[in-house]
Nanobody
Framework: QVQVVESGGGLVQAGGSLRLSCTVS????????MGWYRQAPGKQRELVAT???????NYADSVKERFTISRDNAKNTVYLQMNSLKPEDTSVYYC???????????????WGQGTQVTVSS
């Protein structure tokens, strides 16, 4: 089993910062990519940022120059540093992990439960 646990969400004023963490554990052989997605009420889930094992990052246009994704491969952890937060960033943020299980090297695509980020004006 693969467990994905997010932390770091909360309530912050506009212009403030939050740092989200996502730690993966379980029967993992390796992790290929990790990312953050978000879904606000009445809206579709959207990609926020992804990062490959080699450190190549991609960002949604709406968060470029404000958010930074990073990972610690040794800890199987991905971070999302969110600066200059705006009310429109309010959403549930989900961690996504793609990798391979130790069991026959089967691919997995796992999600965390989500962490609420609320930005007040």
């Amino acid at each position: 089993q693969v467990q994905v646990v997010e932390s770091g969400g909360g309530l912050v004023q506009a212009g403030g910062s939050l740092r989200l963490s996502c730690t993966v554990s379980g029967n993992i052989f390796d992790i290929n990519a990790m990312g953050w997605y978000r879904q606000a009420p009445g809206k579709q889930r959207e990609l926020v940022a992804t990062i490959t094992n080699g450190g190549s990052a991609n960002y949604a246009d709406s968060v470029k120059e404000r958010f930074t994704i990073s990972r610690d491969n040794a800890k199987n952890t991905v971070y999302l540093q969110m600066n200059s937060l705006k009310p429109e960033d309010t959403s549930v943020y989900y961690c996504n992990v793609k990798g391979r299980s130790r069991t026959y090297y089967i691919n997995f695509n796992s999600w965390g439960q989500g962490t609420q980020v609320t930005v007040s004006s």
